[in-house]
């Protein structure tokens, strides 16, 4: 049993027998930097060196702090684009409150459409899930809660776009600050 934990952790799987599944390509990398520096950690993958341990442990110090500033920064210029078109708006058809309301719902519709509703479409191609656990790993994913019972590209019987990870990766930066905006106008409305 501790040899197949042990086979596991290096990246052999009992139904493939197989170490192609990405884990430390670039794309395979750069989706665990992703996952650390947003604080997901899945659990299906970690440096199994002290050298890389501590690498990690320094990469969190400093990556996680800048990976706040920048999901703040792209939240910003997201709330701003929304703010630019009611303006534009509100100068077009004279609309005050209604344009306010108009473009804050279309920025939720698109964010549900992006970040929500369309990758489980991916998902389901891409990882053989239905509709439902796609969307189940969208939300688990971008709100950070990162279970790990769902994970992209771990399939040794898929054959994966050398695309496929970064783009992921990229999509959960980018839907975690929109999640994030999301969260920020309930709050404010909350309160």
């Not at 996952?35 to 002290?50: C, D, E, K, Q, R």
């Not at 509703?117 to 950070?144: A, H, N, Q, R, V």
Request: aromatic fraction near 16%.
């Amino acid at each position: 049993l501790q040899g197949i934990i042990q086979a596991y952790k290096s990246g052999i799987t009992l139904q493939g027998n197989t170490t192609s599944l990405g884990r430390w390509d670039f794309s395979g990398s750069f989706f665990f930097s992703i996952s650390a520096i947003t604080t997901i950690g899945y659990g299906n993958l970690s440096p199994s060196t002290v050298a890389g341990r501590i690498f990690c442990i320094l990469f969190a110090l400093f990556g996680i702090p800048l990976n706040l500033v920048l999901l703040n920064e792209i939240g910003q210029l997201m709330l701003l684009g929304v703010q630019h078109c009611a303006h534009h708006l509100e100068e077009m058809f004279h609309w005050q409150k209604k344009t306010s309301l108009l473009i804050k719902t279309c920025a939720l519709v698109t964010g549900l459409l992006l970040f929500l509703l369309l990758p489980p479409f991916l998902f389901s191609d891409k990882e053989g899930w239905s509709y439902e656990e796609g969307f189940y790993y969208s939300f688990i994913t971008l709100s950070t809660i990162g279970f790990g019972d769902y994970v992209i590209g771990m399939n040794p019987d898929r054959t994966y776009p050398g695309w496929y990870k970064n783009v992921i990766s990229l999509w959960i930066l980018f839907g975690m600050a929109w999640l994030a905006l999301v969260i920020k106008f309930c709050i404010n409305f909350l309160e």
